[in-house]
Structures are given as C-alpha cells and as structure tokens.
C-alpha cells in the first residue's frame, strides 16, 4: 500500500492513495489554514470509522441480514499535550433493516473489534482505549 502527500499552500496538502484517489487536507484558520478540507488527526478517525464499517457491513451482508443503513458516529479524546494523541474514541453503529437480528449486529460489531479490523487493532496496540455501541432500529 502506497501514498503521497505533497504541499500545496500554506498548511494545505494533496494526499493521492495508491488506488489513484485524492484528497486536500487543511489546518484550521488559528494553525494557518483556510479550512479546505479534513485535519489530519480527522482523517485517522474517518479511516477509522470507514474500516469497521467495512467490516460490520461485509459480516452482516454474509449473514443476510437485510440492512438498509449503516453509520458509524466517532466521538474521540485527545492528549492535553504534544502529541495530542488520541486516548480514547467511541464507536456508535446505527444499523437500520428489515427484521434485523439485534444479536447478529452486537456480533458483527464485536468482530471488527476483536478480530478483523485493521485500524482498529493498531490504535489498541498505541494504547488507545476504543469502546463501541450498538443502536439497531427498523428501515426509515
């Protein structure tokens, strides 16, 4: 897996996956940005979130539940110092369907955390303490 980030302007950057996709990042106005896209630190949050979406929705799909909405909230605290690291990031998952198995849910969710995602186990290993909840409701 590769990327590339190069300075634009300012405290602006172009970052291009290796897939070929691409994005600006920015600092808020106060660090000497002008808020044309997401801070890096959000960025880890969002992959975050997006790797144990991928996870929960993929074990569900496979387990036909018939899932019509799927978010993850994240709600993260950062160190008080530099580093401002995070420390801690809860996970909330709404998953909406028809006549859904609220247990297959809760287990879709604890796998990603336990088992299969990615990002989730390298925050862990940095000492991040990750917790996660579970709201399951019916197609809007």
């Given at each position: 897996m590769k990327a590339r980030i190069a300075w634009h302007d300012q405290v602006?950057?172009?970052?291009?996956?290796?897939?070929?996709?691409?994005l600006i990042l920015d600092g808020a106005p106060d660090h000497g940005g002008r808020n044309l896209g997401p801070r890096p630190m959000e960025l880890i949050l969002m992959g975050l979130g997006s790797c144990a979406s991928f996870d929960v929705m993929t074990i569900l799909t496979k387990q036909r539940q018939?899932?019509?909405?799927?978010?993850?909230?994240?709600?993260?605290?950062r160190a008080d110092e530099v580093p401002a690291v995070f420390t801690a990031i809860t996970m909330h998952f709404t998953v909406r369907g028809d006549g859904l198995d609220h247990a297959k849910v809760e287990r879709a969710v604890a796998l990603s955390a336990e088992k299969y995602c990615s990002a989730s186990k390298m925050l862990e290993a940095a000492g991040v303490i990750l917790t996660h909840r579970v709201t399951v409701m019916p197609r809007d």
């Open positions: 602006a950057f172009v970052a291009e996956s290796g897939s070929g996709h691409a018939a899932v019509s909405a799927c978010v993850c909230e994240l709600d993260a605290t």
